[in-house]
Nanobody
């Protein structure tokens, strides 16, 4: 059973930064971060593959950075220049397909104005 344990969420003022971490029981080729707010579907924020290729949602491009440390089985999301609209529950996810994807428990990020 895949286990993902997230940390680093919290409350921050607009313009601030947070680093989210996801400790995984195993690494997969496709790994990423999603977020969800009430009234909106789960949105892919950033992803990274086993070759180091990254992809970002337009809304976070230039502000967020995804990275992975295979030696520590850890996925990171560095979030800079945070905006109130970044407020959401953030989920760590691994797996290349929706059916096979494993999810973390979610960690709340709240950005105040």
């Amino acid at each position: 059973q895949v286990q993902l344990v997230e940390s680093g969420g919290g409350s921050v003022q607009a313009g601030g930064s947070l680093l989210l971490s996801c400790a995984a029981s195993e690494m997969m080729y496709c790994m990423g971060w999603f977020r969800q707010v009430p009234g909106k579907g789960r949105e892919k924020v950033a992803s990274i593959d086993g070759d180091g290729r990254t992809s970002y949602a337009d809304s976070v491009q230039g502000r967020f950075t995804i990275s992975r440390d295979s030696g520590e089985n850890t996925l990171y999301l560095r979030m800079n220049s945070l905006k109130p609209e970044d407020t959401a529950m953030y989920y760590c996810a691994i797996g290349c397909t929706a059916a096979g994807r494993s999810w973390g428990q979610g960690t709340q990020v709240t950005v105040s104005s």
